[in-house]
């Protein structure tokens, strides 16, 4: 069994609202200073395989056909 975990994030360049919101929300609860929030998404997934490279590489087509928008986001996975 492989262990994974997959982070998903805006590209740069991509309006990030709900990033903005928590960026103003910490400064209102008085941390300062705080700036370029940016907010994501994290999967930890498990894969019934003993072979690595099929695992990266189906874990690779999960986010490209479901986990990630990947017009407007990135993925990174990391396997434990």
Do not use: H, W
């Not at 994030?9 to 928590?22: E, H, R, S, Y």
């Amino acid at each position: 069994m492989i262990k994974a975990r997959i982070v998903v994030t805006l590209k740069n360049g991509v309006l990030d609202p709900q990033g903005k919101a928590i960026e103003g929300a910490l400064g209102t609860l008085g941390f300062d200073g705080v700036s370029g929030v940016r907010q994501g998404k994290v999967f930890d997934v498990q894969v019934d395989s003993a072979d690595r490279t099929k695992a990266e590489a189906d874990l690779k087509a999960m986010c490209e056909k479901l986990l990630a928008n990947t017009v407007i986001e990135n993925y990174a996975i990391e396997l434990a």
